[in-house]
């Protein structure tokens, strides 16, 4: 019998155990809230949850060593989970914040060589082990703020070799870090400068030989496209998408984000992707095409903030009948930050989502979103001992008191990585 993890006497216990798959409408309410709650871990997994009194009989069942984690006047909830990253890069674009307030628009500093092709050229230039010591730093940031898994996108290579090269450090993170990295393959981030004169022939790049080179090295369960006027139109998103399907990739795609009904909705939903992203300027019809198809919308207020646009129409989705999750976007240019917490807070503030709708929407939809919806995402006998305890009585106190990071304490795996607020257990392995 192994080690046990007790967090006893919880304020609020939220489970989010309400039936299966991805919630929509007012399942999106549904907390599974447990005052005076407990929840006990053994080799990681989730062996109970539920009332105080409860768990004292559990216990009585079980010997061994148990550590006992207090969390009376806090909220236990889920590990929060990312699922759209591009955490792995090098460089810093500082600069663009400041070109974007004297009015230049995103998409004309990517034009100009700017934007994700500056990001490409210092992510070329870093190596591998550099790329993932940087990254690393940034894992140690979500954890403070609650997130126990992530997705990485790559799409700063675009070459061969360097969208390879960012793979692998994914992949090296998920290994070296105690949180979770799911990969994504986005080669179809940007045009790169070399083929600006004839991007059809990048288009094949990413079909003919990206593709089966990370299909075939096993380095990224997603494929994404950055389906966008100026960048991959409609078509072109739909070959390189059809190509990733063939070969095994389940789909994502960044929709929606720029100009207005571009169609990226209506694509996501016509290649049953798992999810589309971003959606700010999403029509009627993309919405209810979504709905229909069960393709999970995540949505990235910060991104929506930071780029000082209108945020996505949540309140139309949520009601529409679609899944939303919700996500950082963290990037060097559109969203640089690692924080849920006040991507939540941005959510109700500027989509209206309700304080019930944000956790959901960062937990079990969120985990959906990237495939790990029967592991983690919810506080289920079964599942993963991924747990985040905040420094609030309930939960509506979250969202109250904005712009604060009230994580006490993170749990990985039953393990405590973070204790006050501070990070304990990094979890490097030495070779
Ligand atoms: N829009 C495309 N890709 C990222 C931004 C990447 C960047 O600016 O470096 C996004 O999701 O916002
Ligand atoms: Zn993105």
């Known amino acids: ?14 489970c989010m155990d309400t039936g299966h798959g991805p919630r929509t409408g007012k399942g999106m309410s549904m907390l599974g809230i447990i005052a ?44 929060l989970v990312d699922p759209h990253t591009h955490v792995v890069y090098a460089g810093s674009r500082e600069n663009e914040l400041e070109l974007r307030l004297q009015g230049e628009k995103y998409t004309d500093i990517l034009q100009r060589g700017g934007g994700i092709l500056n990001t490409a050229r210092s992510t070329r230039e870093a190596s591998e082990e550099e790329l993932i010591r940087q990254a690393l730093t940034r894992l140690d940031r979500f954890l403070l703020h609650g997130v126990t898994t992530i997705e990485a996108k790559s799409g700063y290579g675009l070459t061969v070799k360097d969208e390879l090269k960012q793979l692998r450090a994914a992949r090296e993170l998920d290994r070296r870090h105690p949180i979770d990295v799911v990969p994504t393959f986005m080669g179809a981030h940007a045009v790169p400068e070399e083929y600006r004169s004839h991007p059809e022939s ?61 169609g990226g909705a209506e694509l996501a939903a016509k290649l049953e992707a798992v999810s589309a992203e971003h959606l700010l300027k999403t029509s009627e019809e993309g919405i209810r095409a979504l709905a229909k198809s069960g393709t999970i919308a995540v949505l990235l207020p910060g991104t929506a903030l930071f780029l000082m646009e209108r945020a996505a129409d949540a309140r139309s989705m949520i009601d529409g009948g679609v899944a939303v999750a919700l996500s950082t976007d963290c990037n060097p240019g559109s969203s640089p930050t690692v924080s849920m917490p006040f991507i939540m807070n941005a959510a109700c503030l500027t989509m209206r989502m309700t304080p019930a709708e944000v956790l959901v929407a960062s937990t079990i939809n969120a985990a959906h979103a990237i495939g ?45 990585v973070v204790k006050g607020g501070v990070l304990v257990d990094r979890n490097e392995p030495a070779d």
């Open 1 to 14: 019998m192994g080690k046990l993890t007790y967090v006893k006497s919880a304020s609020q216990l939220l």
């Open 36 to 79: 005076d709650g407990s929840v006990v871990i053994e080799d990681g997994i989730i062996v109970f949850a539920g009332s105080d009194a409860l768990a004292a009989q559990f216990l009585g069942t079980r010997r061994g060593e148990v550590e006992v984690i207090d969390a009376s006047g806090k909220v236990v909830a889920p590990g």
């Open 202 to 262: 990048y288009v094949n790049l990413v079909i003919e030989e990206m593709l089966p080179a990370v299909a075939e090295r096993g380095l990224a369960e997603y494929c994404d496209v950055f389906c966008e006027q100026g960048v991959f139109d409609i078509a072109e998103s739909g070959r390189i998408l059809e190509a990733a399907e063939r070969l095994g990739f389940k789909l994502k795609i960044h929709a929606d984000e720029i100009a207005k009904n571009f």
């Open 372 to 416: 790990r919806g029967n592991e983690i995402g919810s506080i289920e006998t079964g599942k993963r001992g991924d747990l985040v305890l905040f420094d609030v009585s309930n939960y509506r106190q979250l969202q109250y008191y904005y712009g604060m990071n009230l994580v006490h304490t993170v749990i990985k795996n039953g393990r405590t």
